[in-house]
């Protein structure tokens, strides 16, 4: 969906979950040894359990207690270092159409609410990346076991 719907100038990274929008590259070793951490546990639970109106984009609601433990524990170990985006309450989602016109997104939004249904998301792992300005660097992929 986010090949169909989402800009293609735009569409630079695969589709995700951003836990944090900014860390500072001062703590990129230690964020690789957490993820690294993390990606050695099972997968975590998730599921997509709605469709969000972004304004100029639609978006799936994501629910998992294991990611928000994940985020939380990051969050309390890079404390101070937390830009106010990233101090904000997390809304977990997965976007799939942005920088849109409203009335396209409104339309997107409509077809999917008709046929949607809760189901089960596979989370398969974590990830670190640079933003270059516009384009978008990985750094590093630490995929679950199990």
Do not use: C
């Not at 929008?21 to 709605?50: D, K, M, N």
């Not at 270092?81 to 904000?88: E, I």
Request: glycine residues 6%.
């Amino acid at each position: 969906m986010r090949r169909t719907h989402y800009p293609p100038e735009r569409n630079q990274v695969p589709a995700h979950l951003t836990l944090f929008h900014h860390l500072p590259p001062t703590v990129e070793a230690e964020l690789g040894a957490r993820l690294a951490a993390y990606a050695a546990l099972p997968p975590p639970r998730a599921r997509l359990s709605g469709v969000i109106d972004l304004g100029e984009g639609t978006a799936f609601r994501v629910e998992s207690e294991d990611m928000e433990d994940i985020r939380h524990d990051l969050a309390e170990a890079f404390r101070g270092l937390l830009t106010p985006q990233d101090q904000a309450p997390w809304r977990p989602h997965v976007t799939i159409q942005n920088k849109v016109e409203p009335r396209e997104a409104k339309r997107l939004q409509q077809q999917i609410r008709a046929t949607f249904q809760p189901r089960p998301l596979a989370v398969k792992g974590l990830a670190s990346w640079r933003y270059l300005g516009g384009p978008w660097e990985p750094i590093r992929r630490y995929s679950f076991r199990g």
